[in-house]
């Protein structure tokens, strides 16, 4: 789950950098959920995890929007720090080719769930239309990505 404004600059190409406080070996299809809308908006491709990231490399880097860069520089620390308050321990997935569905597609969010949730799991997507539809979230729907 991503919050606003972060998933729209995804959508729109303007961030290809997502910031976690942890790494992930996960690579392909991800589809992406606006926290608290309960719907999968979007997807894209986790092309790579790298990190951590220093303060410095985050406010220079054209891989995240003018806003989350300018919301970093004005904290004056990476966002995932270690207890110590200055070590970062903030990592970017790498994310490309992003698609904006033209109808979102509900799903049920797993208890227990946190950061990736099995779509394909019985009663996940709370309906899927006809395979002969053409609809773009449909079509994701029915194949098995993983959920951010």
Same mark, same amino acid.
Request: with cysteine; aromatic share 6%.
């Given at each position: 789950?991503?919050?606003?404004?972060?998933?729209?600059?995804?959508?729109?190409?303007?961030?290809?950098?997502?910031?976690? +406080?942890?790494?992930?070996?996960?690579?392909?299809?991800?589809?992406?959920i606006?926290?608290?809308?309960?719907l999968i908006? +979007?997807?894209c491709?986790?092309?790579?995890?790298?990190?951590?990231?220093?303060?410095?490399?985050?406010?220079?880097?054209?891989?995240?929007?003018?806003?989350?860069?300018?919301?970093?520089?004005?904290? +004056?620390?990476?966002?995932?720090?270690?207890?110590? +308050?200055?070590t970062?321990?903030?990592?970017?997935?790498?994310?490309?080719?992003?698609?904006?569905?033209?109808?979102?597609?509900?799903?049920?969010?797993?208890?227990?769930?946190i950061?990736?949730?099995?779509?394909?799991?019985?009663?996940?997507?709370?309906?899927?239309?006809?395979?002969?539809?053409?609809?773009?979230?449909?079509?994701?729907?029915?194949?098995?990505?993983?959920?951010l």
């Amino acid at each position: 789950m991503i919050r606003e404004p972060w998933i729209s600059q995804i959508l729109m190409g303007r961030k290809t950098w997502e910031l976690r +406080g942890t790494s992930t070996k996960i690579r392909g299809r991800l589809a992406l959920i606006r926290s608290g809308s309960g719907l999968i908006i +979007g997807e894209c491709d986790l092309k790579d995890s790298i990190g951590p990231i220093d303060f410095d490399t985050l406010i220079e880097t054209g891989a995240l929007s003018c806003e989350e860069r300018d919301e970093i520089e004005h904290k +004056g620390h990476a966002p995932y720090v270690a207890a110590d +308050g200055v070590t970062s321990k903030t990592f970017a997935w790498v994310v490309s080719n992003p698609i904006l569905y033209s109808q979102p597609v509900a799903y049920n969010h797993p208890s227990g769930a946190i950061t990736f949730v099995d779509l394909t799991k019985r009663g996940v997507i709370q309906c899927i239309e006809a395979s002969s539809s053409t609809s773009r979230g449909s079509q994701a729907a029915s194949r098995q990505l993983q959920l951010l």
